[in-house]
Each structure stands twice: as C-alpha cells, then as structure tokens.
C-alpha cells in the first residue's frame, strides 16, 4: 500500500489550505486514515483522522478549524481553516488496514509541507 499527500503550500494566517491523500496498491481495505503532522524540534503528532464508520478525531489544536472526510474507501481530504502560524509543519497521511494477504499494514504518505505566514 502507498499514500500520495498533496496540496500543501504556503499561506497567510487566517486562511485556507487543504491536503488531499490517495492510496493505492494490490487489493487493500482501509479501516483508518489520518493526518499527522510534525514542526522542527517537535515530535509527531496526531492531528486529526477518520475510521471506517466515518467517525472522527482531532487534535484540541485544530477542532472547529479542520475537517477530515473520505472521498471515497481509499481518499482521505483534510480542510484547514482559519491556519495559525503554530500549524505551519509537515503534514504527513497515514493509513492502517489490511492487505491483500489479510495482514494489517500502517504505512506513511511522503510529508507535504505548510507554511503559515504573519
């Protein structure tokens, strides 16, 4: 299974971006994707993601500001509003399912960067 992240860029405070993520590969099934993202000197963190049944989490940072959907069973989209100079990092997709052997997998997209200016 691979990801594909886009849509990252730079932005004024106050403004909007959003990231999109495909997966592709030999007969998979996705139970969850999220975004993650990670600022210099910082560790990875959780950011927001969406489960099979469509639930949702996000961090307390970005609730009311970001919304996680799924395009459809292998697309996941994350809509940034209202961006703080504290969300500019590298935003990375992920997702965890199951392969085509019935083996569970967790694999990470390429990292897209946001840049959020004052």
């Known amino acids: 299974v691979q990801l594909q992240a886009s849509g990252g860029g730079l932005v004024q405070a106050g403004g909007s971006l959003k990231l999109s993520c495909v997966a592709s590969?030999?007969?998979?099934?996705?139970?969850?994707m999220g975004w993650y993202r990670q600022a210099p000197g910082n560790q990875r963190e959780l950011v927001a993601r969406?489960?099979?049944?469509?639930?949702t989490n996000y961090a307390d940072t970005v609730k009311g500001r970001f919304t996680i959907t799924r395009d459809n069973a292998k697309n996941t989209s994350l809509q940034m509003n209202s961006l703080k100079l504290e969300d500019t990092a590298v935003y990375y997709c992920?997702?965890?399912?199951?392969?085509?052997?019935?083996?569970?997998?967790?694999?990470w997209g390429q990292g897209t960067l946001v840049t959020v200016s004052s």
């Open positions: 992920n997702a965890k399912g199951r392969n085509y052997l019935h083996s569970p997998y967790d694999v």
């Open positions: 590969g030999r007969h998979f099934v996705v139970d969850e």
């Open positions: 969406i489960i099979s049944d469509f639930t």
